[in-house]
């Protein structure tokens, strides 16, 4: 090695200038960097002894229950969710205490053994095979299909040589391809062949012994009876991994099938994750077979109800799974609803009596639906939201849900809506007359008011329901003029309807109201562009609304404009500490577009629709001041012409407490004319009850 540099020193120095050659001592040079090199080691060993000497005699704790919990299995629960209440505190949605049976596998325990345990608990516990699926009932086909020779072939014998290739030897999308072809072919008549009701009634027990993932316990009994319970108590030796969940919960309904539907449901552990949202709730760290909600306000609310999930530390104790409580984790936050849930149970038996009377009315013959929504215009709170639907067996059913998913044409209650466009767009003004009278055109029948009114101002147009001054906006926001036994002009259809539907989406026709609740519809939306349809739009007999978007229209007439969200929930809430965690406060969501002097008329209109009895005595005699406008629109159901009927409205007109909307589709026939069962029979009943409380 000294060799070797010092004659690489003689080579540089050979072929520099003779200047600067010097003498030079190498083996000083060597020891030098021997030594900086031994002083590097020395200096790197020293830290890797440190740290060592840190690990494992400082810190030897820390990093041995790091080793544990790396190592160790843990298992994560979920705890009861939070409760629903009422405004008045009412309870609405209970967490009550529930007992599951469960099962953890031993440990090193066999398929055969488990098959045994799952035939045993079957026959025992009376376990059925109803739930299982066509393709579960498939799959044990496929397990227990032997060849000739008795050995399993895992029914490949329903492939081509071909097909059998591809399985064994094509990508990863052939053979999903043939594996599910393999399922297809399965009937249920070579099931039955194979296994009889013992056999699927074990695999049903197996299916949920085997459910993802492998390091939760599986739930065998929801909800298991005290028999159940004690049964498997007695005789634990006999059902090795089996036990009992005593802390687990279910949902509790004090008010029954009350607003059900809108409260919402959640999915059982054999449902789980619901299949469409399973990859979100998956990345959110739920395990498959998790409760969830999946519907309503427990999908809408799923945050905030579900809680924080218990953990526990699986062990063995001779070979069978103990759970230690790590972490305790929390209930879920509860929700106070806006609903008042005496209103919503007196409206309900309102809306269910109207549907019982005109059982008995052959003039009603396609009355199948009833709704009904009361809110705070200024907030948006929901006080009632009730609906009501009559089955193909004549059975009346809670239907709350259908106040934002069913949409209806709801006829003259959106000729505020379109007054206010004709006077912001100029095409009429203030106290301008015009006559109700039959208008004809070339071509096609005469249009219509119901009755002719004569010479009549803008306000009286919506005090009587005037089609033929709505119908004359409609022709001047086209550019046209009427002219008597002429064409009906119109310039462009589409733009006319593109600025009407701008106009009453501001109103909250149309659109989504933003209620917080999933899957809101927003109804339907015409594509013809014929200008005949135009007039028929002006009047609320083309597109069509829920009730709710009614609700929410004639709360921005009542507003002076404003447009404002409807909610459901206001807050949620710790249940230990009562800490307002979460609030859903008033949101204003826009102000319609123009004068809102305007709304002067169009609300002094809708007063005098009661005042005048044009909207029916009921509303008149509950000995409040309403502002109301009804609605019919008419419609083909079940091959024949039928009547939508409709009222909406807001009161006290000076300072409203309550806007509503009431629709109550094909509630009557054309040919034999039946009242508005909305404005006659419904809503003054269902005011009473409001004011009563409000």
């Not at 147009?461 to 064409?487: C, D, E, Q, T």
Request: aromatic share 10%; proline share 3%.
């Amino acid at each position: 090695m000294l060799r070797f540099l010092y004659k690489l020193d003689r080579e540089r120095l050979r072929h520099s200038s003779s200047v600067f050659i010097k003498q030079y001592d190498y083996h000083k040079i060597v020891n030098q960097r021997l030594k900086f090199f031994a002083i590097v080691m020395i200096v790197v060993f020293s830290l890797i002894a440190l740290q060592l000497f840190n690990i494992q005699i400082l810190r030897t704790e820390e990093y041995s229950e790091k080793l544990v919990a790396y190592t160790s299995k843990k298992q994560v629960s979920s705890t009861p969710r939070g409760q629903m209440y009422d405004r008045n505190g009412e309870l609405l949605v209970s967490s009550l205490e529930s007992h599951d049976i469960i099962y953890y596998p031993p440990k090193d325990i066999s398929e055969q053994e488990e098959w045994e345990l799952a035939e045993s608990f079957a026959v025992d516990f009376q376990i059925g095979w109803e739930h299982l699926t066509l393709v579960d009932l498939k799959n044990l086909y496929i397990s227990l299909h032997k060849d000739e020779n008795g050995k399993k072939d895992w029914a490949n014998h329903l492939l081509s040589e071909e097909e059998y290739t591809l399985l064994s030897k094509g990508n990863e999308n052939e053979k999903r391809e043939i594996e599910q072809k393999k399922l297809d072919r399965i009937t249920m008549e070579m099931i039955d062949e194979i296994a009889d009701d013992k056999m699927k009634c074990t695999y049903a027990v197996k299916v949920l012994m085997d459910q993802a993932p492998d390091n939760e316990s599986k739930i065998i009994i929801e909800d298991a009876s005290n028999e159940q319970v004690a049964y498997l108590l007695e005789h634990r030796e006999k059902y090795k991994g089996f036990d009992v969940d005593f802390g687990s919960w279910k949902r509790g309904y004090p008010h029954g099938n009350t607003l059900r539907d809108v409260l919402g449901r959640v999915t059982t552990t054999a449902q789980g994750l619901p299949e469409e949202n399973r990859e979100y709730y998956q990345a959110k760290g739920y395990a498959l077979n998790e409760r969830v909600g999946y519907s309503g306000l427990e999908k809408q609310y799923e945050d905030l109800l579900r809680g924080t999930r218990k953990v526990s530390e699986i062990t063995y104790d001779q070979d069978i799974a103990t759970f230690k409580e790590i972490v305790s984790g929390k209930k879920g936050y509860d929700l106070q609803l806006s609903i008042d849930i005496e209103l919503q149970k007196k409206v309900d038996d309102i809306l269910y009596a109207s549907l019982e009377n005109a059982k008995r009315n052959a003039n009603r013959p396609d009355y199948k639906k009833a709704f009904v929504v009361l809110m705070n215009p200024k907030t948006g709170e929901i006080y009632a939201m009730s609906g009501m639907l009559m089955q193909e067996d004549g059975e009346i059913i809670s239907y709350a849900s259908g106040n934002y998913l069913d949409s209806n044409a709801p006829g003259s209650v959106v000729k505020g809506a379109t007054l206010y466009m004709g006077l912001n767009e100029g095409v009429v003004k203030p106290g301008e007359v015009i006559v109700d009278a039959p208008m004809c055109f070339i071509g096609t029948p005469c249009k219509a008011s119901y009755r002719n009114y004569g010479a009549i101002n803008d306000i009286q147009s919506l005090a009587k329901s005037s089609n033929v001054y709505m119908f004359h906006i409609a022709i001047r926001l086209g550019g046209g003029a009427y002219v008597p036994n002429g064409p009906l002009y119109i310039s462009n259809p589409a733009i006319t309807f593109a600025l009407m539907r701008n106009y009453y989406s501001q109103f909250g026709l149309g659109v989504l109201t933003g209620i917080d609740v999933p899957d809101e519809q927003t109804g339907f939306i015409g594509y013809s562009k014929d200008g005949g349809k135009v007039l028929d739009f002006a009047i609320g007999q083309y597109d069509s609304y829920t009730p709710l978007q009614l609700a929410q229209y004639v709360s921005t007439i009542a507003n002076n404009g404003t447009k404002v969200q409807p909610r459901l929930v206001t807050s949620a809430y710790d249940v230990n500490s009562s800490t307002v965690i979460f609030e859903n406060k008033v949101n204003i969501l826009s102000d319609v577009y123009g004068d809102h002097n305007y709304f002067q008329r169009i609300q002094e209109g809708f007063k005098q629709c009661v005042d005048t009895n044009f909207c029916d005595l009921a509303l008149k005699n509950i000995n409040q001041d309403i502002a109301a406008k009804t609605g019919t629109a008419e419609v083909y159901i079940n091959g024949r012409e039928s009547v939508n009927s409709s009222i909406i409205g807001y009161g006290p007109y000076k300072d409203p407490k309550v806007a509503f909307a009431c629709v109550a589709p094909t509630s009557s026939n054309v040919k034999n004319l039946q009242s508005n069962v909305c404005s006659n029979e419904i809503m003054g009943a269902v005011l009473a009850e409001f004011f009563k409380k409000y």
